[in-house]
């Protein structure tokens, strides 16, 4: 069973996860940059660490599949958040959605692709700042939650409540999921996604 995308706000847990709606997640390792014929082995969000104290190792990824969506968390320098990235992974119609998780400098970032165009990009918690080819495709949703309009000042508390709000929403907009305890503990798939 998969859980939602929110618990990922909490710092530190992932920094990168890529989505594709209606392709398998071997398909998605491949379009960030798998080498074709890449045998994955299960792997643990540790194993995916420590394979990159190893020589010749950039960027793995993790995958799996929740729902109608296959989803890449990647360790090291993710390909994901690039525009090469998300270009290739949302080639031939496909709908790609990207979190780039820094709680270290804000703003976290969200992009949405489809069929290699940019569709929207904003800051998590900086909504009202938005870009791509139609930025507001998501501002109806935002603004009934009360995200937008966006209100300076916030208090970090309400701060948080807000990102939280923007997070949720994106998640039923897409209907995204992410499995929280298999991501976290569990044993997944595992590309090796960028070499030295």
């Known amino acids: 069973m998969a859980d939602g995308i929110a ?3 909490e710092p530190y847990l992932i920094e990168c996860v890529t989505f594709a709606r209606d392709i398998d997640p071997v398909d998605l ?4 940059g798998a080498r074709p014929g890449q045998l994955a082995h299960r792997a643990s969000a540790d194993d ?3 394979l990159l104290a190893g020589d010749g190792v950039e ?3 993790r ?8 989803f890449a968390v ?7 958040p690039t525009a090469t990235g998300l270009g290739a992974v949302s080639a031939e119609g496909v709908e790609a ?3 780039l998780l820094t709680p270290w400098q804000p703003p976290s970032m969200f992009t949405y692709y489809r069929d290699r165009n940019h569709i929207c990009s904003f800051g998590i ?3 009202a700042r938005r870009w791509g080819h139609s930025p507001d495709v998501l501002v109806p949703a935002l603004t009934e939650v009360g995200v937008l309009p966006a209100q300076p000042d916030l208090r970090e508390a309400d701060a948080e409540r807000v990102r939280r709000l923007s997070v949720l929403t994106i998640e039923e907009h897409f209907r995204l999921r992410l499995p929280r305890t298999d991501v976290l503990h569990g044993q997944l798939p595992l590309f090796i996604v960028r070499e030295a």
């Open 125 to 127: 918690g900086e909504e």
């Open 48 to 50: 995916a660490v420590d």
């Open 63 to 70: 995958v799996g599949r929740a729902g109608d969506w296959s």
């Open 7 to 9: 618990w990922f706000l």
């Open 74 to 80: 990647e360790y090291g320098d993710a390909v994901g």
């Open 29 to 32: 390792a491949s379009r960030l």
């Open 59 to 61: 960027s793995v990824a």
């Open 97 to 99: 959605v990207n979190f």
